[in-house]
């Protein structure tokens, strides 16, 4: 392998000679790592032994050692154009103190009758703004210093003109305002006055507009509607309670009959109830009877077969003790199945007796 890296000098912007320069210094680790790489490639080719494991242990080693070399040069390069460049910066600042103070100087000297004319503008504008504070106009135009003065003239009376137009027209609104304000509090205190008659009032009637004398004899008529509207009221709740009355003593009798007739089938379905237990009670006591009786006659049918079974229960205890003895096995797996069908055994034969 001719080449282990390879990096374009035009991608960082830097001339050949310089960048051959900069790469003559890590040639030395590049060559190192071509004869590396050979030894590399021969003892990838072995078998996996201790004494390759030892080769492959060696061989990184000096890969390393030859990385951190790498890591050394970059690390001294990197500070040498580190300080050269703080060094180049240097040189730059010195010109600047050196010069600017200079060209602030000369910049004030060049721009003095610039200034002289500004100031002029900006006092004018200043005055100007002033004036027109007064006439309400708080956005004025931005050439103001340097507006022609007979155009400024024109501006000054027509802005004087608007604001006294409108200070005109506030006026008017304020006394239209106070003048509403009266009427106002004149319609809600009618209202007021009437608010006990409001079922009577009608959409045409306007408390505004109305005259006193009008407003008076309404109020009238309206206490007069009232005290007929009460009077039928009246009436109407002396024959309401009238109704009610008859409603609640029919109610009574009503509920009387069906409270008698309540007790009354209470007193039936007692007694049906009653009826009813005594009927079940008897069905009880008869199945009781049987079923004692269907018991006791099947304990005696069983007791008579027991008799008959007991010699033969004997012979197969017998049978089952010979088992226990019967066979004789070899094998061990054998011998623990055996011993495990002898204690199966033993337990069948203690639930037999």
């Given at each position: ?25 890590f040639?030395?680790m ?10 590399y ?20 080693l ?10 050394q ?12 460049g ?16 200079i ?20 006092k ?7 004036k ?9 135009p ?16 027509g ?5 006294k ?79 009610e ?45 049987e ?63």
């Amino acid at each position: 392998m001719n080449e282990i890296v390879k990096i374009n000098p035009a991608d960082y912007g830097l001339q050949e000679q310089k960048a051959q320069e900069i790469s003559a210094m890590f040639k030395p680790m590049l060559d190192k790592m071509v004869a590396l790489e050979t030894e590399y490639n021969e003892i990838a080719k072995l078998e996996i032994n201790p004494i390759t494991c030892q080769k492959a242990k060696d061989l990184r080693l000096q890969y390393v050692k030859v990385r951190t070399g790498t890591a050394q040069i970059h690390k001294e390069l990197k500070q040498f154009y580190l300080l050269g460049g703080r060094f180049v910066d240097g040189w730059k600042n010195a010109q600047l103190m050196a010069s600017q103070g200079i060209e602030d100087k000369l910049k004030d000297i060049e721009n003095h009758y610039a200034k002289i004319e500004q100031e002029k503008i900006d006092k004018i504008r200043i005055e100007r703004e002033s004036k027109l504070l007064e006439f309400g106009v708080e956005d004025p135009p931005k050439d103001l210093g340097k507006m022609d003065q007979s155009i400024w003239d024109s501006f000054l009376k027509g802005s004087e003109a608007n604001y006294k137009l409108l200070k005109e027209a506030e006026e008017r609104e304020e006394r239209e305002r106070i003048e509403k304000d009266r009427l106002d509090r004149l319609e809600n205190n009618r209202q007021l006055d009437a608010s006990e008659y409001k079922r009577f009032w009608r959409d045409d009637y306007n408390f505004r507009e109305m005259k006193e004398d009008e407003f008076t004899n309404l109020m009238t008529t309206f206490s007069q509607q009232q005290k007929e509207e009460c009077e039928k009221q009246e009436n109407l709740r002396k024959e309401n309670e009238r109704l009610e009355k008859e409603r609640i003593e029919t109610e009574k009798k009503i509920q009387a009959e069906a409270e008698k007739l309540r007790l009354e089938n209470e007193k039936r379905l007692e007694a049906e109830r009653k009826e009813r237990e005594e009927l079940e009670r008897q069905i009880r006591e008869q199945k009781a009877k049987e079923e004692k009786a269907r018991i006791e006659a099947e304990a005696l049918k069983q007791a008579e077969l027991t008799k008959g079974d007991k010699p033969k229960m004997a012979d197969l205890i017998q049978d089952l003790e010979i088992l226990k003895t019967k066979y004789s096995f070899q094998a061990e797996d054998y011998k623990r199945k055996y011993i495990n069908v002898i204690d199966s055994i033993n337990s069948i034969i203690g639930g037999l007796k």
